[in-house]
């Protein structure tokens, strides 16, 4: 059955301080892992796109990685409106997404 | 930036009662989906739709939930007799052919069943 497990749960960072979001996954022909954003009531927004092992991928602070089990979101130097809670998904030989139980993510002024 | 627009943005109905969630997808997009979110738990998939018709369900997609695309751009999830573990966020998604750029997802409907 395809799985997605996030850790840590929760992460609290001071400000300036980087850190590693973890999403390992099992899925029968993997088509993809995908990086969301979540505000609290609103829908996931769209980040990263990560289809083979060893690929990146960047935007301003964050930064994705993928290797052959589990995927990477490294945050460099977070501020406040990083906050949020990060969700990883994968996508298998279907076309919906399975969704870990993210990651919430409070960076502290 | 396109997006997707759900209406209502919560609503509140009696347990057995029928519920239509509308969203209107991003127009040039051919797939779209409906999820699911109980508070404090994953997003789980419902149902995609390409071509008119349903192309993957869950186990949750019984038949108490039916989805229609009534015209060129809208499209909606039915809830029948609903329950009171019905109650969640439902956010409605469209992709483009490949997917590559992931899903982009709607701000939701929240569901309370009373």
């Known amino acids: 059955e395809d799985q997605v497990t996030q850790s840590p749960e929760a992460l609290r960072l001071q400000e300036g301080e980087s850190s590693s979001l973890n999403c390992s996954y099992t899925v029968s022909g993997l088509r993809g892992l995908f990086w969301y954003r979540q505000d609290p009531g609103k829908g996931p927004e769209f980040l990263f796109t990560?289809?083979?092992a060893g690929e990146e991928k960047e935007k301003e602070r964050l930064k994705a990685t993928l290797t052959k089990k589990e995927s990477f979101l490294h945050i460099t130097a977070p501020k406040p409106e990083d906050s949020a809670t990060y969700l990883c998904?994968?996508?298998?030989?279907?076309?919906?997404?399975?969704f870990g139980t993210g990651t919430s993510l409070t960076v502290i002024p | 930036e396109p997006e997707v627009t759900q209406t209502p943005s919560h609503q509140v109905t009696q347990m057995g009662q029928e519920v239509i969630l509308r969203c209107v997808p991003i127009s040039n997009h051919l797939y779209f989906y409906w999820y699911r979110q109980i508070l404090g738990q994953k997003v789980e998939f419902l149902v995609s739709?390409?071509?008119?018709?349903?192309?993957?369900k869950s186990e949750i997609f019984d038949d108490q939930f039916s989805v229609e695309r009534p015209d060129g751009s809208n499209f909606t999830l039915k809830i029948r007799s609903t329950k009171l573990e019905d109650s969640a966020m439902y956010f409605c998604a469209s992709s483009d052919r490949t997917g590559a750029d992931g899903y982009t997802f709607g701000s939701g409907t929240r569901l309370t069943v009373v």
């Open positions: 990560l289809y083979s």
């Open positions: 739709f390409y071509n008119n018709e349903i192309s993957e």
């Open positions: 998904a994968v996508r298998g030989t279907g076309n919906q997404f399975y």
